[in-house]
């Protein structure tokens, strides 16, 4: 028998990882997961858009719009951070990050910060904003290199059915 060639690429298993992490976030609005990676491939990182630990999802608004304090943009930790923030322990220095969404500026300074070296995202939705347009100018004073990623398939569907294991 001869080995699979449909496999999925490391661009498209990390990005997936991203974005069923993603699927843990509560933003009824925009899910978000980004997952960091080493040099050997490996994930040492991982995260989704939530509010800080110890702050209940159902007392924090989740609004766009409206009072800034009563709105989720003061309150809600971003994927990038948070994949950060949750890595396993290791020196992040050359590291790439896979993220569903181009990092904002604040993710940028905390990417730059962790020694991260490579963005990979799969939207760029707000390109052009003000927050996307200081991320790029940090990103590219920093040398951190970032690209849209590549992928050859457009959709991975998962099954929980023990038959289709
Ligand atoms: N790179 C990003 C950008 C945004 N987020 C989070 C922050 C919010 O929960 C949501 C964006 O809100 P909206 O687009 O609905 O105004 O996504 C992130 O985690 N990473
Ligand atoms: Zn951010």
Redesign the pocket.
């Known amino acids: 028998m001869s080995k699979r060639t449909n496999y999925i690429s490391w661009d498209e298993y990390f990005m997936g990882v991203a974005l069923l992490s993603a699927k843990r976030s509560k933003d009824p609005a925009t899910q978000v997961g980004a997952c960091i990676v080493n040099n050997k491939n490996k994930i040492v990182g991982a995260g989704y858009n939530g509010l800080p630990a110890g702050c209940d999802d159902n007392e924090f608004p989740w609004d766009k719009q409206g009072d800034f304090l009563e709105t989720k943009y003061p309150y809600v930790c971003?994927a990038?951070?948070n994949a950060i923030l949750n890595n396993i322990g290791m020196d992040l220095h050359g590291c790439r990050i896979y993220t569903a969404l181009f990092?904002?500026n604040?993710?940028a300074k905390a990417i730059i910060q962790s020694g991260i070296t490579e963005v990979i995202y799969l939207s760029d939705k707000y390109n052009g904003s003000d927050t996307s347009l200081a991320s790029r100018r940090m990103l590219d004073t920093a040398g951190v290199q970032y690209r849209k990623v590549e992928v050859h398939i457009s959709k991975i569907e998962l099954s929980f059915e023990e038959k289709d294991v």
């Open positions: 971003h990038e951070l990092p904002c604040e993710c």
